[in-house]
Each structure stands twice: as C-alpha cells, then as structure tokens.
T-cell receptor, first 115, second 113 residues
C-alpha cells in the first residue's frame, strides 16, 4: 500500500521569506512523487514531479522540491514567498513498481502568505 | 491548448436520483482518471482508463458508481440512487501515454439534498 503524510494543516509565512511545505511518503518500491496546488474553486494545478535522477526538482512559479530517499520525504520549497502563493498544496505518490497509475494524495496543507 | 473540461460545474440533486458527470480530456491523452474530493475523506481515487485496456475500478466506493469512456475520449461518471455522503467535488484528470503527470479539470461540485 502507498500513503502520503502532510503533517501541517496550515503553514504561515511572511511575504519575502522562504517557505517549506512538508511531505513524507510510504511505498513498497520506488516512488513517483508530485506536488499540486489548488486555488479556491479550481482544480489541481501541477507544480513539479520527481521520477528519477537529480534529487532537487525545479517546477513552476519558482517552486522546488528535494527528494530524500533515506527520510522518505519530498518537501516543497520556495526561496521567497509571494502573497499570490497562498493556496492549498497537495503532495501525491505513486509506486513505480506497480502497474497501478492512480495517485495517492496527502491531506493537503494550506499555505498562507502574509503581506 | 485546451485543458481538461468537466460539466456541469455544479449539480444539485435530491437523494435517490441518478446523476451523470462528464469529462473531456486533453486531446491525445490516452489515460483518464476520476477522483473525488470531500472534506472528510480528502482526495480519493475512483477509476482509471488507459486506452483499450480494462479500467482500474478499484477505487469505486460502491456499485452505485460506474463510469464509461467512449471512443477513447469523453468519459461519463454515473452515480445511481445518490446519497448525501456522495456530496463532494468530482475531479477528472488525463495524462499522455508516456508521462505520469496528471492534468486536472476544474471539477464538478455535487450536492445531494
């Protein structure tokens, strides 16, 4: 079975400060990892993914994430937060070793960036 | 280009009625997914179609839920005899054959009274 944990329901950060949204995962094999963002009354927008290769993945809107296999983590980061980054963020995983392509999502973390 | 589209955007129905939700995937995408987003359960996988292969129905919560994908493109999710616990946002996603990235539509908000 595969699972994702996002331990923080909400993260508050001041505009211009760095932000981190945490994600840990559990799969029996090797993971495919994803981050999505959801703005109010909108669907999920893809931010970035880790498939293989470089552990530091760069994505849209200046976001990046670091894959850490020993800690089974895939934290989302941004060097300088914007008010417009305020949204709901979801981490998702898929076990690369299975043929099953459905994603398992975390419970989501609400990011609030204060001006 | 055009993204994934879903209709209707909102649907209000009475308990016991049947509903149909529609998804138009991105042109050329071979894989199509349905998920459900609700306050209590978060984001849950429902069903997955890939080309002409048998769909993965492992996430469907009961036999009241079914889905079809016609001609490898448009999909319809049908919920029979709706219950109040079916109230949720139903999200559709599609992906190309060679890529695991799923692109989501705006969702259909279903309210069962």
């Amino acid at each position: 079975a595969q699972s994702v944990a996002q331990p923080e329901d909400q993260v508050n950060v001041a505009e211009g400060n760095p932000l981190t949204v945490k994600c840990t995962y559990s799969v029996s094999g090797n993971p495919y990892l994803f981050w999505y963002v959801q703005y109010p009354n909108r669907g999920l927008q893809f931010l970035l993914k880790y498939i293989t290769g470089d552990n530091l993945v760069k994505g849209s809107y200046g976001f990046e994430a670091e894959f850490n296999k020993s800690q089974t983590s895939f934290h989302l980061k941004k060097p300088s937060a914007l008010v417009s980054d305020s949204a709901l963020y979801f981490c998702a995983v898929r076990d690369r070793g299975t043929g099953r392509r459905a994603l398992t999502f975390g419970s989501g973390t609400r990011l609030q960036v204060q001006p | 280009g055009a993204g994934v589209s879903q209709s209707p955007s909102n649907k209000v129905t009475e308990k016991g009625k049947d509903v149909e939700l529609r998804c138009d995937p991105i042109s050329g995408h071979t894989a199509l997914y349905w998920y459900r987003q609700s306050l209590g359960q978060g984001l849950e996988f429902l069903i997955y179609f890939q080309g002409n292969s048998a769909p993965d129905k492992s996430g469907l919560p009961s036999d009241r839920f079914s889905a079809e994908r016609t001609g490898g493109s448009v999909s319809t999710l049908t919920i029979q005899r709706t219950q109040q616990e079916d109230s949720a946002v139903y999200l559709c996603a599609s992906s190309p054959f060679s890529d695991d990235t799923q692109y989501f539509g705006p969702g259909t908000r279903l309210t069962v009274l």
